[in-house]
């Protein structure tokens, strides 16, 4: 990777890692209406770029494959980009005989319409579509606090907060839990109340749905994952950790893959694609654009809200 795209990418990281709220100055931002979603900028589906890409991977035969990057939380832009996709599904050739809608995980945190989120894919109105759901970090960490009530104050600081609040709980704050014996044991009971609340009020549906969630998806020259894989590891062996986690030892490996890997959770200001790998999260939650591609055949291209 040109180092110039190292920097650009390090530079968006900083920023987004920058905008990352604690569970009180959530509350403020809410108070003070920032719950508002922010203005989208429409972008016309752009092609993909063939001068950057030698290598042919191909669709399997009628299927056409929609892959979707990361929503955090941002209902809004899910429901113009699938706006997007059928409006483009109509234009298909009639070889295309069928049409799958493959989400590559991190639906939630960050943004504070989450639970829609959930709502809106478990929702009749992608029934026309075969889909594919795979698990994200973020899902991961929401499992894991269902489990585990402590898990929590290291969840909210990197998106739990926003998800908590959308299914109608207060992450407690604990800033002042370090003054005192007696401070924290509030902050203790006050987590272990919502995390009971969490638990008992999840939708069932909801619940399914995190819990069915896959690790990765094989059609035809593409593999779907939500970080990437390890290089030089065969698929069976990699990890659920680094298929939900990895960064640079996958961005930045010279390695192709037996199939170009289709992922999400290294957030980039565009689409990113090589003879590796295509990347597709572009920032939704705060940058206002979420990114899906097209593939279908030999042909690749790309639609962004």
Not at 101 to 123: K, N, T
Request: proline share 4%; glycine share 6%.
């Amino acid at each position: 990777m040109a180092k110039a795209t190292q920097e650009s990418r390090q530079s968006f990281l900083e920023r987004i890692g920058n905008l990352t709220r604690s569970a009180t100055s959530l509350r403020a931002r809410i108070r003070k209406g920032i719950n508002r979603a922010p203005e989208t900028v429409n972008v016309e589906p752009r092609p993909a770029e063939p001068e950057k890409v030698t290598r042919e991977a191909v669709a399997p035969e009628g299927q056409c494959l929609y892959a979707i990057g990361d929503i955090h939380g941002r209902r809004d832009l899910l429901e113009q980009l699938i706006g997007k996709i059928e409006e483009d599904v109509s234009a298909l050739p009639e070889t295309a005989t069928s049409r799958t809608l493959v989400f590559l995980g991190d639906y939630i945190d960050r943004g504070l319409q989450s639970r829609d989120v959930i709502e809106f894919l478990l929702s009749d109105r992608l029934k026309s579509f075969e889909r594919v759901f795979l698990m994200g970090n973020h899902e991961e960490a929401l499992l894991r606090f269902l489990n585990d009530v402590n898990f929590g104050k290291q969840w909210v600081r990197y998106g739990g907060a926003e998800t908590l609040y959308s299914y109608g709980l207060a992450p407690p704050n604990t800033r002042a839990s370090l003054r005192s014996h007696e401070a924290m044991e509030a902050a203790n009971q006050a987590w272990d109340k919502v995390w009971t609340s969490f638990r008992q009020n999840l939708p069932q549906a909801h619940l399914d749905f995190y819990q069915s969630l896959q690790h990765y998806y094989v059609a035809g020259d593409y593999l779907f994952v939500h970080a990437g894989l390890r290089p030089d590891v065969a698929l069976e062996n990699q990890t659920v950790r680094d298929m939900l986690w990895i960064r640079d030892e996958f961005l930045e490996a010279p390695q192709s893959f037996d199939q170009v890997v289709v992922h999400g959770h290294t957030p980039g200001e565009a689409i990113y694609r090589d003879n590796r790998r295509i990347g597709l999260d572009t920032g939704a939650f705060i940058s206002g654009k979420l990114s899906a591609a097209r593939l279908f055949g030999k042909d690749v291209s790309f639609l962004t809200t």
